[in-house]
């Protein structure tokens, strides 16, 4: 069964700069990749996708991802964090042998420092 | 274009009382459909999903029941709620036909429910 391995629950960095999320991937089959974002007392919003295209991808509000076959990654970047960034990130992986549901890590909180 | 729509977006209830969280779906037909609790710090649980009318798949053994009346409404219910039942309960929906897409889920915005 896929899973994936978010690693960090907790991420301060200061405004402007580098955001770095981690998540590591578990699958028998090349998988399909999700970022999700949260925002205090909301759903959860789609940051990016990958779906075998192309390695690296890009999402809303500045953040990409990179699909690492080697490594088992799909790490979550954006160059300069804003404020607007403080969320939670979940990081998901879709069976397609298993009706392609979703199976997310446990969330990253971002805290951004002024 | 599709939107979920949840409500109430937030409950507080007594322990023993019951529950009903609805969700519905516009903009699109044959959905599957998802129920998700997001307790604090634990992540996202999937507690039951749907692919048609009256079809409901249970992921975890609980309190709780889920029934889908129509193609587009799903039901999560409680008869007697439990302190543990508190949490941020999410509905999410899905392209059933994989052609159209890769397991993608679209939330709605969550109802928080307090069990006091």
């Known amino acids: 069964a896929q899973s994936v391995t978010q690693l960090g629950s907790h991420v301060s960095v200061s405004e402007g700069a580098l955001v770095l999320l981690r998540c590591n991937y578990s699958s028998s089959v090349p998988p399909y990749l999700f970022w999700y974002v949260q925002y205090p007392n909301q759903g959860l919003q789609l940051l990016l996708k990958?779906?075998?295209?192309?390695?690296l991808v890009k999402g809303i509000n500045g953040f990409e991802a990179e699909f690492k076959k080697s490594e088992t990654s799909f790490h979550l970047t954006k160059p300069s964090a804003h404020m607007s960034d403080a969320a939670e990130y979940f990081c998901a992986v879709s069976d397609r042998y298993n009706d392609y549901k979703l199976s997310f890590g446990a969330g990253t909180t971002v805290t951004v420092r002024a | 274009s599709q939107t979920i729509h949840q409500w109430p977006a937030t409950l507080v209830q007594p322990v023993g009382s019951p529950l009903s969280l609805e969700c519905t779906v516009e903009g699109t037909s044959n959905p599957n459909l998802y129920w998700y609790r997001q307790a604090a710090g634990r992540g996202l649980q999937l507690l039951f999903y749907?692919?048609?009318?009256g079809q409901i798949s249970s992921e975890v053994p609980q309190n709780l029941s889920a029934s889908r009346p129509q193609d587009r409404q799903f039901i999560l219910s409680s008869k007697k709620l439990l302190l543990s039942d508190s949490g941020f309960y999410l509905c999410?929906?899905?392209?059933?036909?994989?052609?159209w897409g890769t397991g993608e889920l679209f939330f709605g915005e969550g109802s928080r429910l307090t069990v006091l």
């Open positions: 749907s692919v048609g009318i």
């Open positions: 999410a929906w899905r392209y059933r036909d994989r052609g």
């Open positions: 990958y779906t075998s295209a192309a390695t």
